[in-house]
């Protein structure tokens, strides 16, 4: 895996230059071999770059035994932390049919984040 995380760094790296010359962000997901936490910590320390960044799935980090999910405490730590960018509930149904119906879940998993992140109690 070492072998994998310095490509990836690397790459990375070598793409940040043109990442910033355009405005963007490139992000490293955490999915698929980078699910746990450390991997991605592990490729972001070789870059120095702040065009450079993780989207963070909490999902896969919690399906590889790291954490429960705790939403609520990771978009409040978000707030205290000044983060001002996007939230995104993904729901993956077609992977995981067992799971309800997404025109059920997705109105109900977004009432719930607006009123977290307007500071109410779900």
């Not at 990836?8 to 793409?15: K, M, N, P, Q, T």
């Not at 954490?67 to 707030?79: H, M, Q, T």
Request: net charge negative; hydrophobic share 40%.
């Amino acid at each position: 895996m070492a072998e994998v995380i310095d490509l990836v760094a690397g790459s990375l790296a070598e793409a940040a230059p043109d990442a910033e010359r355009h405005g963007v962000t490139i992000c490293l997901e955490a999915h698929d071999a980078f699910c746990r936490s450390e991997e991605v910590a592990s490729v972001l320390r070789q870059v120095d770059s702040p065009y450079v960044k993780a989207v963070w799935d909490v999902h896969h980090p919690y399906r590889m035994g790291e954490c429960e999910v705790p939403c609520r405490e990771i978009l409040d730590l978000l707030a205290a932390r000044g983060y001002n960018g996007f939230i995104c509930a993904e729901w993956e149904k077609k992977w995981h049919p067992e799971i309800e119906e997404p025109e059920i879940a997705l109105p109900q998993h977004a009432r719930v984040l607006r009123e977290w992140m307007a500071g109410g109690s779900s």
